[in-house]
């Protein structure tokens, strides 16, 4: 597998932002072997993504970084160069749901997501045997209504433990306390079984079904503070008519959730998705 260095970079928008990144990247004898930018012309705001590949370099990530910092500095960037070969740590959390977590094991089984999957955290025991079949450690942490303060200490506990850069709720049917929202802003992916910003909450395929809607989907976003509010990521659609039952769409959603959730996770390992207030830039 090839090995690339990924820089991606957003800030105010000005002219010579492309030429001098290009140029600094070529100074170093940098082959892009992949190009991505997008202006904002409503906020004055720019967006770029760059795969170089690292053996044309000739210098380490950290020493790449280090170089670069000049140019950051100059034009205001907020930006993150990383090494492709450093594989991120995930920790999958779950309910009794069991469509989504299976389908991202055996992505990643059979090699389409670049990750370590670390752990599964569960506030059921259900998915247990699932999970252990792959050897991946399985941590069972029961949410008490009565005391979610300690069971989300615990889940904490068991993230800071693994070391994971990302958590994706593939299904996991608590709401996270605002604490740990903010402690990995950024960093947890949630699929909304439901084409948000419509029919948030529960049972969203009931209330579509109760609207007689034509299209339901599916929502992959970063959690925020606020339930089912945070940047999306990505989103599909299957069209329904009034034949339909509230079965058929749970069935029909189930099916998006899956692949909404898998390539949003894709793109955020790849570093394609850029948060830009609580909208993205999303370069797929």
Known sequence: MSHYYRLVVSCPDRVGIVASVSSFIAQQGGSITEASQHSDLETGCFFMRYEILADSVGMSVEALRAAFEPVANEFNMQWALVDTQTRRRVVLMVSRESHCLVDLLYRWQVGELDCDIVGVISNHDD??????????????????????????????????????????????????????????????????????????????????????????????????????????????????????????????????????????????????????????????
């Open 127 to 284: 998915m247990r045997s699932l999970t252990e079949w792959y050897g991946i450690p399985y941590h069972h942490v029961p949410v008490n209504p009565d005391d979610k303060q300690a069971s989300f200490a615990q889940v904490q506990a068991e993230i800071d433990s693994a070391r994971a850069d990302c958590v994706v709720l593939a299904r996991y049917m608590q709401i996270l306390p605002p604490e740990l929202c903010a402690r990995y802003a950024g960093r947890v992916i949630n699929i909304h079984h439901s084409f948000l910003p419509s029919f948030a909450g529960a049972k969203p395929y009931h209330q579509a079904y109760q609207r007689g809607v034509k299209l339901i989907g599916a929502t992959c976003h970063y959690v925020t503070e606020e339930l089912d509010a945070g940047p999306i990521i990505e989103q599909d659609i299957h069209r329904v008519s009034h034949c339909h039952t509230p079965t058929d769409l749970v069935r029909f959603g189930r099916d998006v959730e899956k692949a909404v959730l898998a390539r949003g996770l894709r793109w955020h390992l790849q570093d394609r998705v850029l948060v830009h207030g609580n909208k993205t830039v999303v370069f797929s």
